[in-house]
């Protein structure tokens, strides 16, 4: 049973960007850790960020720091994962998953609650 939704993926050529959202029709999502994660082709799943329902800075991966961003819309109870400045590497598909915790966490283990996976396609 899906308990968060993941939209917004797309194919778009290198230096685009996409902006991919995470909502839930069954919880609030500004009570839980948000995370997105992504599976690239042949490749293992890798955290992309994350954020926590404190004050804590959110995480992002190496990969993505200074290209991503993530927030939080607690009126629209949406989470986004904002994506400029994007590479071919950055193809994959890409989940939300949420936990129940006031930090949030890198490792995929920790969440609870998963989305389908939206793709992402960067190619000219």
């Known amino acids: 049973q899906v308990q968060v939704v993941e939209s917004g993926g797309d194919q778009v050529q290198p230096g685009g960007s996409l902006r991919l959202a995470c909502s839930s029709s069954?919880?609030?999502?500004?009570?839980?850790?948000i995370g997105w994660f992504r599976r690239a082709p042949g490749k293992e799943s890798e955290a992309v960020s994350c954020i926590s329902t404190s004050d804590a800075a959110p995480y992002y991966s190496d990969s993505v720091k200074g290209r991503f961003s993530i927030s939080k819309n607690n009126a629209q109870d949406t989470v986004y994962l904002q994506m400029n400045g994007l590479k071919p590497e950055d193809t994959g598909v890409y989940y939300c998953?949420?936990?129940?915790?006031?930090?949030?966490?890198?490792?995929?283990?920790?969440?609870?609650?998963w989305g389908q996976g939206t793709q992402v396609t960067v190619s000219s």
């Open positions: 069954r919880f609030t999502l500004a009570n839980y850790a």
């Open positions: 998953a949420a936990f129940p915790s006031r930090y949030c966490s890198e490792h995929a283990g920790n969440y609870d609650y």
